[in-house]
């Protein structure tokens, strides 16, 4: 009995010394908040004052000085984040993570963003004559240091990646990853070619291919001043960005409102942007000032320059444009490898690339090429006999100035200097809303908009070979959508339709009326806005766009006359669309829809297909028409003998959700609220390592919200009875420009991604629940606030 005591003593002792030394281990990996460190290649001392909530606020003496530090600062809450960005955005990923990646990073070597960033660095970077040249450098530089000489982030050696410096290229793959995460007609256009084919006319009838007539569209105003598709590429399309560990732009809102219509006369601009969740979140928050700078703002990993902030004069957000910025061309070819091209016959160029894969041979990769671009089809097989698929693609046409742009943003004074910055982009499509101290608000649509023939419809496949589909030129940016001090007193985007610009409707993926309406219909409101007012609009939770779906679906049920469905029913009847964590409504609502919506397409498409086009604007749009429709041919299940109507497939539906809804959350209705099947949880790459998911994710959190509303923290519509949030605000920021050092803003969770910093999860309650905090920027505050000074010396 001693001995076994003994050995269990020993046990004990062992356990307790393994516990303290991966609590010691674990201490060193915490970034560094205070003391001081050298930096070779500093000209002067830089100061970084760290607020309450881990934001660097960074004080140089040289512009260059302060883009070193940025990018050190940034690279010590953040390498992990920049890592993963670079990989997936190279194809690179399935070197580090192993075979499961393998796909995921044929897609990305498909299309071709390791090529546009290795010509756009030689491009742009290569010399560093001009401003932002010099300071997009010196950004990398402090990461490279930080690479050097800091501290390896903890996922580095759990996973075992090696330390790797960042070169300019790197640079160029975040742009070129966040210009992918716009592109939503890869998703869309293979399903909608699909069902052209092989069900016909009839079935696109019920799908809002263009924008319905119900959309909300945004006003204009310058102001003074063939064969069937093979279900192979879709299902691999939707299996690879399914796998993707980093998260992508899903959507946005953001409006500006005048002076004339705020408590302090002058503008209030507000902003969040929708992202898929992750941990850590997307944006890093950043304080920069420097002789000729003086910029707050919000930064993707690897890019130097904040895309949405504010100087010291005016500020800007954004929201996606989603204009339709791929066309994907069916391929004419002969037995000598060439395509026909405007009618003539040329080669057909082939990139070969070298995959490698963790623990495994490396995988080869033949990539064609076409005039229209890379040969997408071909990631499934390039040994096909089927019709070759290109994919044009506006990222690879002509030079992308993004970077440019962004750094004439940081440095704007004024509403013509943003205008400048804002004509330079060409791809991704964003919306730009501006306001500033001397009373302007403004929004301008800004991309490079090809001038498609007007027999095109660019969300179906078109002919590479006659040369009559192919794009007629570009228009110039005065053609852009825009507003500039309209008179109406708010701008505002949603990623809804802008309305025509000289009877021109721009293609693109807009998402229905909801969130634009819902704007549309507050900001209408004769009032004096100031910031609480605002801080309400952009956590509201109600869609009439829903609770007409809904309510159409009550009376579709009540036809069938089963009791069992009774409570149903009169929840839906009863529903104003208020998406709020206590109620019952949107359980059963979404349950409903998304039962019904299954039943009626995946017989003929196919469940990828179906997950392809859940996820986005277009069955958004398409659910109202679509459901009004009792004699849409959808209704009828293709697998059985008997056709089905409307009716039938609804009941189905409502049985199959009283079910799931019994078995997950028990037989009381009454318990069957919101926030229990609606929950929110950011997820670390590590989530599907069991072991490590309660460690480095964070969550969950019960949340009020939902799918296309302003607080739009949105959901698969899957099929389980569970509506988790993948989605939603990458950030809410409201500022009034009476009061420009103050404004507010918020972070889903927190702004490091070291899981040991106090500040990895600081914001995520406040996030779930609604709370906003003060944006510093007046310099005597933030030294008085701060707690923790970090000295950087050469």
Known sequence: MRLIKRVLLALVILAVLLSAGVYVFLQTTRPTYSGQISLPGLTAEVDVFYDDFGVPHIYAGHEEDAYYALGYVHAQDRLFQMEMIRRAASGRLSEILGKDLVKVDKLFRALGINQFAKEHAQKFLKTDTAAWQRAALAYQRGINQFIKTGKTPLEFTIIGIPKEEFTPEDIYHAVGFMSFGFAEGLRIDPVLEKIKNEWGAEYLKDLAVQTPAQAVRIESFSGARKNPLRDSLISYL?????????????????????????ASGKPILANDTHIGFAQPAVW????????????????????????????????????????????????????????????????????????????????????????????????????????????????????????????QLNHAQGIADVEKAASQFSAPGLNVMYADDEGNIAWWAVARLPIRPKHVNSKFFLDGASGHDEPLGYYDFSKNPHAVNPPWGFVYSANNQPDSVDGVLYPGYYYPRSRAGRIYELLSEQKKWTIDDVKKVSLDVTSTMHADIAHLLADVLAKTNKPEHARLIEELKNWNGLHDQTLVAPTLYYNLLSQSMRMAMVDEIGAPAFESLAITSLLKNSYEGFIANPESPWWNNTKTETRETREEIVAFAADRTLELLSGNLGQNADRWTWGRVHTLTHKHAFDAVKPLRSFFNVGPFEVSGGSEVLNNLHFSLDSTGYFSVDGGPALRKITDFADPDHGVTVSPSGQSGNVMSNHYADQAKMFATGEFRTMWRNRAEIETRSTNRLKLVP
């Open 238 to 262: 939707h299996d690879a960005l399914s796998s993707l560990p980093v998260p992508m732009w899903q959507g946005s809102n953001g409006w500006a409102i005048a002076g004339d219509r705020t």
């Open 284 to 407: 890093y928050e950043a304080h920069l000032e420097a002789p000729g700078l003086s910029f707050y703002g919000h930064h993707i990993a690897g890019i130097p320059f904040g895309l949405l902030g504010q100087t010291d004069r005016c500020g800007w957000g954004l929201t996606m444009f989603e204009n339709d910025d791929t066309d994907f061309y069916r391929e004419a070819t002969n037995d000598s490898g060439q395509v026909k091209y405007k009618g003539q016959w040329v080669d057909i160029t082939f990139r070969k690339e070298r995959i490698k894969v963790k623990d495994e041979a490396e995988v080869e990769l033949i990539i064609p090429s076409t005039p229209h671009g890379q040969v997408i089809s071909g990631i499934v097989d390039f040994t096909s006999d089927d019709e070759p698929v290109s994919l044009w693609w506006m990222l690879n046409e002509g030079d992308n100035r993004a970077l440019q742009a962004a750094y």
